[in-house]
């Protein structure tokens, strides 16, 4: 019988609401190291949790961090969960709000997870999560820089799964749909009231703990969880 496998020490980016905030409360309720990243300084940490405030656009700093981090604490569990939604015709956004949004949804994970792949490959067994999204599934109306930036993160999920696959790192993306988070907060709609028209934060955490707890010989690459029915409204401003 295979045993479930419970990870050390992870970094979650993003930590400090929605999701990423879900996955650190997850980690904690089963007393897990926590890293946890974001831009702003969470209104709570859990017992076990090192929380470091940083701008994840500021890619100098943010490599010189975890650099740091690896020297200090045994990671072998990164979640990239940071990201924001920009939502809207492409035609509408300048070269530079374009720069910004690929830099943080998709450059920046990556850089985290290239300074963190030599210490994973030393584990005797590692995980790497990148938090997706459906519209890596499937383009949408006015959503074609954000899923620019989440089916490259679906295909490096992908492609990365190949080269690290002799050391044991488990590598693998979770698509979420659309979930009660701050993610609306600047956008024009939202989930519909009932409980069926969203997911919550834990569900993905949820998720997320099922690609990083699985046995070492089940590598569980790729979750997509969605809302039971899919219902959006005008939001009030």
Known sequence: MHVAH?????LVTGASRGIGRACCDLLGTHQINTVSLSRTAPDHTHAN???YQIDLTDLPATTDLVHNILKQHA???VVCNAG????????NFSSQQ?????VFNLI????VVRECIPTMRKRDRSNIVFIGSTSALQGARYGSLYSAAKFALRGVAQSLTHEVANANCHVGIVNPGSVRTGFFDKLDFE???ESAHALE????????????????NALISEINVQPRQHVVKKRRR
């Open 108 to 111: 920046s994970p990556l850089s």
């Open 201 to 216: 934060a834990s569900d993905v955490a949820n998720a997320v703990w099922q690609l990083i707890s699985s046995p070492d």
């Open 84 to 91: 924001r939604g920009d939502i809207g015709s492409l035609e």
């Open 6 to 10: 419970k990870p050390q020490c992870v």
């Open 49 to 51: 949790e090192t929380h």
């Open 191 to 193: 989930p519909g009231p």
């Open 75 to 77: 990671l072998d569990t």
């Open 98 to 102: 374009i720069h910004h949004s690929i």
